[in-house]
């Protein structure tokens, strides 16, 4: 793949921690849904696969939400990881345009089982099995807003667009008419993305609090706003705004970290107060025992000990 079509990628990678794999008794399992590029995906695994070799896929996690015709290309690769040689890790890759019937791709035979089970491999450690999915998008592809719906109504005769953007789009094309017009000249495909992707930089900034801005979102501003500017719109009139938000992302980083020791502590101290708790329940034990004790040691004689009175 060519540099300039890497750099239009936004890539990212999970990884999938198997537990008791040799107790796995159905034909087919996934891991968690994760979410890279805005889009959600899973592992699927077929860990007998035909009984020779594993089967391992990428799967749409919400194909069924594909609007028709539509599809989501991604570039990914699925690894096996050798848990004692990183390097002696399995990895296979491709590339694929996924629909709502084409939902998941993989590769059939992945890793021979007799592999996956031989201890000396790596790949079965403590009866976890290890698989990674790397996967990259388009960053025009890049689903950003989760009210993003898939109705796409044509906009003042530009294109079918996402009908959520739609006041958004009418409010600012009215007070900067220049947005149209500098448009009407482009190819209709070329309109209907330079739209789309304006309204998803307006919802984001109108559905997001600042207090509520961590990296990801940061991430996110800033691939729409530097696709948005391939489309050769006149953004004077928002830049200085864009710009004030990136302007107060170290002050947001400070916060962020700020919030992740403070759930640190307060974790710490409702495991000092448990041990805490556990710690008086000993006292009042050792206090019950104590006392039985003493109580016993002052009903003794000494007589008792030598077999005879004292006189």
Known sequence: ?????????????????IDQFSNFKAKKYYSDVFVIGGFKWRILIYPKGNNVGEY???????????????SRYAK?????????????????????????????????KFIPLSDIHDPATGYLVKDNVIVEAEVSVRKGDIKILEKETGDLIN???????????????????????LLIECQQKRSSRFVECAFTTLGRLLHFLKTRKLKNMNQDGYESLQLLWEELETFKF????????????????????????????????ENEVKSRRAMLAAAEV????????????????????????????VA
Request: hydrophobic share 40%.
């Open 282 to 309: 000993d006292l009042e034990r050792a206090k019950g025992d104590l006392v039985k004790a003493e109580q016993e040691f002052k009903m003794g004689d000494l007589d008792s000990v030598i077999g005879y009175p």
């Open 56 to 70: 391992l896929y990428l799967d749409v996690a919400d194909s069924s939400t594909l609007p028709s015709g539509s």
């Open 234 to 265: 006149n953004l004077a009139w928002l830049q200085p705004h864009v710009e004030s938000i990136f302007g107060t992302k170290n002050m947001a980083g400070r916060v962020e970290r700020m919030r992740e020791d403070v759930n640190i502590l």
């Open 1 to 17: 793949m060519k540099k300039e079509d890497q750099d239009d990628l936004v890539s990212g990678t999970f990884t999938w921690k």
């Open 76 to 108: 990914f690769s699925l690894i096996a990881v050798n848990q004692l040689d990183r390097n002696k890790s399995i990895t296979k890759d491709t590339e694929h345009e996924f629909t709502a019937v084409e939902k998941d791709l993989g590769f059939t």
């Open 155 to 177: 906009f003042k005769g530009l294109g079918r667009i996402e009908l959520a953007f739609h006041p958004l789009l009418e409010e600012v094309c009215l007070s900067h008419p």
